[in-house]
């Protein structure tokens, strides 16, 4: 039982830092690669094992409010770039949205800073957590994903 208030109170911690982080254009603008992804389970942050063509996905975010999205697949020797996904971007609060227009919201992310790192982590944003009768559907639609990405340049 102390163990889950102690990771319930870490949780709130890591939550309030988050939600008090104000997120600033100039903080998220630049050329941004992925270095880390993975998922949250039992608040353990469980990473995805990666090679170095996967590891080539990126960001970039205009200042002009445009974002860029590189999604590579395939492993070293045959990596696949998919076609560059063009967007939308702005700050809501402690998020960036991805959208095509005002009513088509492509993807939102929580964000979390890094500076002393250059890296950012966006992290899944649930406004409300899933109910289902399927326990397995309900714990796979809440499951937090994250992407650590570092700045480029």
């Not at 102690?6 to 992925?34: H, P, T, V, Y």
């Not at 960036?96 to 002393?116: H, P, R, W």
């Amino acid at each position: 039982m102390m163990r889950i208030l102690l990771s319930l109170a870490g949780c709130l911690a890591f939550s309030s830092f988050i939600n008090a982080q104000k997120l600033k254009k100039e903080d998220i603008i630049g050329f941004w690669r992925l270095k880390e992804s993975g998922f949250y389970e039992n608040n353990k942050k469980v990473s995805k094992s990666f090679d170095n063509c996967s590891l080539m996905r990126n960001y970039t975010m205009r200042e002009d409010g445009f974002a860029i999205y590189n999604y590579v697949e395939g492993s070293v020797g045959n990596c696949m770039p998919s076609e560059p996904r063009l967007s939308f971007w702005r700050i809501v609060d402690n998020r960036i949205q991805f959208y095509a227009d005002d009513k088509s919201i492509l993807e939102e992310v929580v964000v979390a800073l890094d500076k002393k790192n250059k890296s950012m982590t966006f992290s899944t944003y649930i406004p409300e957590p899933v109910k289902d009768d399927d326990p397995k559907l309900e714990k796979i639609l809440n499951m937090i994903h994250y992407d650590t990405l570092e700045k480029q340049y």
